[in-house]
């Protein structure tokens, strides 16, 4: 049964990819606006790129950005990759329900729900907050990402791989970083990407665990919002639109990589 397209439905998806994308591309547009007015085009110019570079306060928030979202990616692919090994590997064990919900409650969970709950969780445990709080915090967030997309490589995965290798006498251990760990790698970067692009991008979680010295670029932004608009919080928005959309890609292309791979090795 052959199903075209109606005008209807055409006229909805215009509407719909209008109303979600149009924002971002206007200030994107408007990043590069000559005028210090940003609701009035006063030409070309790249000038604003030029003053953020050289904004103290937007470089060190991008900064500390950069820091908690290549440490959180990493304990949360780290964490993330052995949850989805031993859903994956072990069966039914005592708890697996349990662990399964505490997995993946930050994929369903408000950020706001999660953000507070750590933020007491904090508190109770006197943990004062700052830079580390917020880097356990988006691990917290972003390691059910990294689970997912692990987990759905290795149920497609191919056991005979490993039991030929254990039969020609390789220890479980060497038989995993020999066999497993490079046929599941590119949905390992593949979630590493996710979980970078997840902490660049949050602002809830952060803003309630953050403290002195640890302001991110997402709560810089937001605070210099409140007080005005300035082109220089459109280019560094679209500096940082620019980053999330790569880390997106990219990780869908490596996810999309791996399982017609898996496919062709099992035909």
């Known amino acids: ?31 590069f606006n000559a005028s210090r007015l940003v609701t009035v085009w006063g030409g070309f110019s790249t000038q604003w790129y030029g003053a953020l570079f050289r904004n103290q306060a937007l470089m060190e928030a991008a900064w500390v950005t950069l820091r908690i979202a290549l440490l959180s990616a990493t304990f949360a692919t780290i964490l993330g990759t052995l949850a ?55 691990t917290t967030l972003t390691m059910c990402f990294v689970t997912v997309v ?30 497993t760990l490079p046929l599941i790698a590119p949905s390992i970067v593949a979630g590493f990407l996710l979980a970078f692009t997840l902490s660049m991008d949050d602002l809830v979680i952060a803003s309630f665990n953050a403290g002195p010295g640890a302001t991110t670029l997402p709560i ?3 605070s210099q ?20 959309t790569l880390g997106v890609i990219s990780a869908t292309l490596i996810s999309k990589r791996s399982v017609l791979r898996s496919r062709r090795n099992a035909h």
């Open 1 to 31: 049964m052959n199903r075209r397209l109606s005008l209807f439905n055409v006229t909805s998806l215009v509407i719909g990819f209008a109303f979600l994308y149009l924002p971002i591309l206007l200030l994107v547009i408007y990043s």
């Open 84 to 138: 989805a090994l031993a859903l994956t590997r072990y069966g039914r064990f005592p708890g697996r329900t349990l662990f399964t919900g505490m997995v993946y409650a930050p994929m369903v969970m408000p950020e706001v729900i999660t953000g507070l709950s750590l933020l007491l969780f904090f508190v109770a445990i006197d943990l004062d907050r700052g830079f580390w709080t917020i880097t356990l915090a988006h």
């Open 150 to 179: 692990v987990q759905s490589r290795l149920m497609t995965f191919d056991r005979s791989l490993e039991e030929a290798a254990m039969d020609l006498g390789a220890p479980p251990m060497r038989t995993f970083f020999t066999v």
């Open 220 to 222: 810089k932004i937001y």
């Open 225 to 244: 919002v409140r007080l005005g608009l300035s082109p220089e919080v459109n280019a560094a928005s679209a500096i940082l639109i620019g980053i999330v």
